[in-house]
């Protein structure tokens, strides 16, 4: 099993990456040796890996940064990078390499001081592998003063650091910082490939597989979690019934409520045990007494934690309402396929009844209207409008069509 196993659909990335880490890697050789390093080489500082979500843009930053610290011994004998068994694949993998930091958020941004201290690390010369590893995961969360900050260090790389950086489009970037990588686009891997993937990593009966892979358009990830989370799945079953329940004003207001309540549920389940071990674990960093009676002087540290936790909370709740929203594009995308006699596949097989009667009832214009309606509201999350008026405002635009 090597490091790109898990990077489903991506061929011509992977083709790519591969060829990237042979040239990394006779650089690493060169340098050591004293050998001039290869002409034409396909290794670069900085990468921008690109493409909606699921996809696996970060599958294949983290894939590409264990092929750049594979040690493998059938590298000498012409083998590719990224064997997937070495010590330098197998810890870049699970998160344990030194040489290798992965960015990751769960707050709605990236701001300065956090972007400073990854520059101030990429400064560094690898510890104890062949190259110092950045992966930034949510570069599209970086404020415009954390783009600052880091476009010097992707200006002047250290010479053995590689950046990796993730969005889910150019425009999501600074136009600063995506001039000076190289761009890497990925596509939504096919519904076939994420089932097969599936079944064979992750145990899932094929039935279901077919299912999740289906019902999610390729999405990888929420593929998993629909196959394997039995709320995830009474979720997903109530928002596509939500089409039939906005037939009149108190219809719309009400599935409206009990759409931000189930987010606003998700992201209170998930923050709880977090937050509670977060505060325990800080609590004894500082010295609180068996009492719990905090030192002096640390009311301003754990007033930081409180706020990064509520920071959290509302990042995790629009996450769960984006998921719901996604779901009912695909609902209505269903819609607009019977209505013009398509032959692409339904992804939502399991709502046909009201697929149909929902086609039966209007026309293609409504059916893009309402569309609209959901990717107004996506929008208007984005731009911090309160979750509850911009939910009702879709739900009273799919009424009226």
């Not at 200006?155 to 590689?162: I, L, N």
């Not at 640390?298 to 930081?304: D, L, P, R, S, W």
Request: glycine share 8%; proline share 5%; with cysteine.
């Amino acid at each position: 099993m090597t490091v790109w196993d898990d990077l489903v659909g991506q061929d011509r990335v992977q083709k790519q990456l591969g060829a990237a880490a042979r040239d990394a890697d006779a650089l690493v050789t060169a340098n050591s040796t004293g050998e001039p390093a290869p002409p034409g080489s396909k290794m670069t500082h900085a990468w921008l890996f690109t493409g909606p979500p699921g996809s696996g843009r970060s599958t294949a930053a983290r894939a590409f940064a264990a092929a750049l610290q594979c040690t493998s011994p059938d590298r000498a004998l012409g083998g590719a990078p990224g064997c997937g068994f070495c010590d330098g694949c197998h810890t870049s993998l699970i998160g344990t390499h030194a040489d290798v930091e992965v960015v990751r958020t769960d707050l709605l941004s990236i701001g300065v001081k956090e972007t400073r201290e990854l520059v101030r690390r990429a400064q560094l010369s690898p510890a104890v592998g062949r190259w110092q590893v950045i992966v930034l995961e949510d570069a599209d969360r970086l404020t415009e003063g954390a783009g600052n900050v880091l476009l010097k260090a992707v200006e002047e790389p250290a010479p053995r650091t590689v950046w990796l950086l993730c969005a889910p489009s150019l425009e999501d970037v600074l136009p600063t910082i995506r001039s000076r990588c190289r761009h890497l686009t990925l596509r939504t891997p096919p519904v076939d490939a994420v089932a097969d993937v599936l079944i064979r990593r992750d145990g899932i009966d094929p039935e279901r597989a077919a299912f999740v892979a289906r019902a999610t358009q390729g999405h990888i990830g929420r593929a998993r979690r629909l196959a394997t989370d039995e709320a995830a799945r009474s979720r997903r079953a109530a928002v596509l019934k939500l089409p039939l329940r906005v037939e009149d004003i108190g219809g719309c207001l009400k599935a409206a409520q009990e759409l931000i309540d189930t987010a606003t549920d998700d992201a209170k389940q998930v923050s709880e045990e977090v937050d509670a071990k977060e505060t325990e674990e800080m609590k004894a960093a500082l010295g609180a007494a068996a009492g719990g009676r905090m030192p002096r002087g640390t009311a301003g540290v754990m007033k930081e934690l409180e706020d990064r936790q509520k920071r959290r909370k509302t990042r995790t709740q629009r996450d769960s309402l984006d998921l719901a929203l996604t779901d009912l594009t695909g609902f209505y995308r269903d819609v607009l396929a019977i209505q013009l006699g398509s032959r692409i596949a339904i992804a939502n097989g399991d709502a046909q009844d009201a697929l149909d009667r929902i086609a039966r009832s209007s026309t293609p214009a409504r059916t893009l209207r309402r569309i609209e309606a959901v990717s107004a509201c996506r929008r208007a999350l984005d731009r911090n409008v309160a979750p509850l008026l911009a939910v009702e405002a879709m739900t009273m635009a799919l009424r009226a069509g």
